[in-house]
């Protein structure tokens, strides 16, 4: 009787050891920190679709709005560390916020957040108004040399990617552009398309369907790859050498997220990547896969922190 109540119990522990140890057997989350429809959204969502198979479930999306991305971000810190919960960290909270004198930001993301997978990057885009008089982006910056402070930039706030793009596109094509903050790049590409400013620097999600129904203008795009459905489009380090933006959406653990989860959450998502379904919804809104495993990613994060960290310092930027 003994000997089978202790194989009865020994077969039990056996059974409950790879449960409680395997995350996909409770529910799984990917919090955003942005509203449904955006991108962050978007990429939290192809994440969860395309993992579900790998994991063995779909995680839910959970959208927690709200200071710059970092409501979504502590929620994520203070929740469970056991890898049923990860965030989706773009790169501006990831690697500009962080960097902002005076930014307050709830958690320190170096030492409470793990990288777990880069995603997919966004090419920038270069945009003026279709009836600009400027067709190009080197007669932009003429006019801008002949006329210091004439002409503007809009971006989707203070410190945003947006406004340090452009602080970068200052300094270094040696221009005088005065900057126009707005409460996000939609609002921004609307007064662009009115024209009351003259150029604006974001991500190509942003303005893609504007761009190709003729309202703005692409005048360059901001890294070197280029984009498919833009092949003849300049490229902006080509007029403006050694300037070029890339954006990045990737997916970050909380602080003591076990490294087999880590591993099986970033090994799910590389397989998600291959398909041609997702990829492609990726692509129709400005995105392109962009994997990178844990420790590339940090290469990424701490690479792309300390080169807008030179940019707020030498544009003297402050959190307001």
């Known amino acids: 009787m003994r000997m089978l109540m202790g194989a009865a119990l020994l077969g039990a522990a056996l059974c409950m050891g790879p449960a409680m140890a395997q995350p996909a057997d409770r529910p799984l ?11 962050s959204d978007i990429v939290a969502r192809v994440v969860a679709e395309g993992v579900a198979q790998s994991l063995g479930q779909r995680p839910v999306v959970e959208n927690r709005t709200g200071a710059n991305g970092f409501i ?107 900057h126009v903050p707005y409460r996000g790049a939609a609002p921004a590409a609307l007064d662009l398309i009115a024209g009351r400013i003259d150029i604006l620097i ?29 092949p003849d489009a300049p490229r902006l380090p080509r007029i403006v ?10 997916i970050c653990g909380p602080r003591g997220m076990p490294e087999e989860a880590v591993a099986r959450w970033a090994d799910a998502i590389r ?6 379904e997702l990829r492609k919804r990726l692509l129709d809104n400005g995105l392109a896969p962009a994997f990178e495993d844990p420790q590339a990613f940090a290469q990424t994060i701490a690479r792309d922190r300390r080169m807008w960290g030179e940019t707020i310092r030498a544009a003297r930027i402050r959190a307001e």
């Open 241 to 250: 050498p050694g300037l070029e933006v890339i954006g990045w959406f990737g």
């Open 29 to 39: 989350r990917i919090v955003a920190g942005f509203a449904p429809g955006g991108t």
């Open 72 to 178: 979504a971000a502590e929620a994520v810190v203070r929740g469970p560390s056991d890898g049923s919960t990860v965030l989706q960290c773009p790169m501006g909270s990831m690697t500009i916020s962080p960097e902002i004198p005076g930014m307050h930001i709830p958690i320190d993301v170096s030492q409470d957040l793990v990288p777990v997978a880069n995603v997919a990057r966004s090419s920038y885009a270069v945009v003026t108004g279709a009836r600009s008089p400027y067709r190009t982006l080197e007669e932009l910056l003429a006019a801008a040399r002949a006329r210091p402070g004439a002409l503007s930039y809009g971006s989707a706030g203070i410190g945003t990617a947006q406004h340090l793009s452009g602080e970068r596109l200052k300094g270094m094509a040696s221009v005088d552009l005065v």
């Open 202 to 230: 974001t991500n190509l999600g942003d303005v893609i369907r504007q761009v190709q129904g003729g309202e703005l203008r692409l005048l360059a795009l901001a890294d070197e790859a280029g984009w498919p459905d833009f």
């Open 271 to 276: 397989a998600s990547l291959g398909g041609a």
